[in-house]
């Protein structure tokens, strides 16, 4: 994002691996990697991932709102409707 923000974007674990707690090693890691380059913010990008999320919890995170925005194409027969109606 910038030189003071890190993005943890993916973390991918076995999980009948679970139990040897390598997602939380991956996460202790970039916290740490993150100190060692003085970056202050690590972005998990609202990580919905069991573990992840209750740990990424347990700072007591401050949600941020990131706005949307797509244009609607109409297919031909929508804009034909459209167009009839005098919009």
Not at 22 to 35: D, G, Q, R, T, W
Request: glycine letters at 8%.
């Amino acid at each position: 994002v910038n030189q003071t923000t890190a993005l943890f974007l993916a973390s991918a674990t076995d999980r009948s691996k679970r139990h040897l707690g390598s997602n939380s090693m991956l996460i202790v890691e970039a916290i740490k990697k993150c100190k060692q380059l003085g970056i202050n913010k690590l972005d998990f990008k609202g990580s919905m991932i069991t573990g992840v999320e209750q740990f990424l919890l347990g700072f007591n995170p401050k949600q941020q709102l990131y706005l949307n925005i797509s244009k609607n194409r109409l297919g031909s027969i929508p804009k034909l409707i459209y167009k009839f109606m005098g919009n």
